[in-house]
């Protein structure tokens, strides 16, 4: 018989030579791996012919090992090995059961899924007591270690020393890869009860609003108007639960209003700010009308105390035309206006006007979401300093609502509504008011020059804000109330419910 030995780096390529010497009647007699590369001893189909033919008798064993090999591992395992199991030892099933390359792969899966079977399996009952010794597996001889050697070649099949420890490790890694997916399991369901459990609130809830809607139709009519006025339903909730159920709808409207003029918070005092004297700096978004707010507050104190009783600075050097426009309305009222670039200047100019009664700073505007903010409020860090934050009252209630939380991490004197006169709706404002309790200090009416200013009033204020028309897109029907009467998450507001 004609045999030729070919060695490349992988198995392919080893067949391939052999291939390519034989031709498709190439029959490869071994394999296995070497130092040199991985070895294939092939021939060819007609070097064969030569080979004694076994008799039936003598081919019978053999066609009953065909067989078994054409079995599923199952089945053998059934017929062959009834004890075999996942704790037997891997060189015990090669040796009982005579095991070919060719069927190495299907015996290497079963033997992971019968050890993840029997891992979950293990998982869900209670843990037995460990025994005092474990069996030990029996040593390793030499036809084991040539049990790879004896078969025809497999590509994915190349280790030829010992099967033991690659199964070895498979089992480990499948343990592992078992108690993965239980974890895993253990943590979905968890985040689906909470997710039910929150849904039942919901509904309950729901439930409850649409119980008392049907009990009393005039909270729903009430809530229905809170919230085309623009309030909050969590405000509008808020009102409604403290309710009294004894008011008809005259009485029921006008304790509506009181409760939410007490919760507006305004300044007390019943002069303006000239009256109570002190630095003051104007901060908030862009385009809300600082620079406007600032030249009116002056001229409230120029028309009190005099022109030599207010200092002017400003700290807008971002704006084109900034100075300019504060230095214009500082000649028509007869005051110098200042520019400051930094910490230094500032101080200076702050001890330069230490004698003024009013001392406004305007500064730059700067979105909520500007990383600047950090550095304009360091710069206005002194207890001296009375920080004023401008709001547009016609802004939308989630921009006022961030506006709001970019500038109250610094401590506020108060707030000073813009744009009174171009709001649709003052229900967003006097919203965010009432649930971050800002304090209220004036109201911007107009673009004159001091005229369009007024003080805050809260009860002529709600008034304001509950006459509305209700025809915008916006507002919600009736049909849609079930909508909002869910409670919201982190959406409890409080209030002083009390009756004046």
Known sequence: MNAQRFIAPNSREAMAQAK???GDSAVILSSRSTNQGFEVVATAEEHLAGITTRTAEEAAPASQAADRSRLSFEQRAARQLPALSSRTSVAQDTEIMAMSTLSFQDYVRERM???RQEALKASSEPAAPARSSAPVPPPRSKADEAVPSRVSPAPSVVQSASVSQPARKAVASAEAAAKSPAAAAGARLTDQIDGLKALMEERFNTLAWLGQT??????STLLLKLIRSGYSPAVARA???RLPERYGANEAFQWTQEVLARNLRTSRDAGH?????????LIGSTGVGKTTTAAKLAAQCV??????????ITLDTYRVAGYEQLRAYGRMLGVVAHLAHDRAALADLLELLANKRMVIIDTAGLGHKDARIRDMMALLDAPSIKKLLVLNAGAHGDTLDEVVHAYQGHPLHGVILSKVDEAAKLGPAIDTLIRHQLVLRGLSTGQRVPEDWQRPESSALIRLSMATSGKSPYDPQETELPLFYADAAGGRVQLDGRHA
Not at 214 to 219: D, L, T
Not at 273 to 281: H, K, R, T, V, Y
Not at 303 to 312: E, P, R, T
Request: charged share 20%; aromatic share 8%.
């Open 214 to 219: 049907k009990q009393s139709p005039m909270q």
């Open 303 to 312: 028309q009190a105390y005099g022109a030599n009783s207010v200092g002017l």
């Open 239 to 241: 009102v409604m639960e």
């Open 113 to 115: 899924l019968r050890k």
């Open 20 to 22: 390519a010497v034989f």
């Open 273 to 281: 700010l000239c009256d109570e004297g002190g630095i003051f700096a």
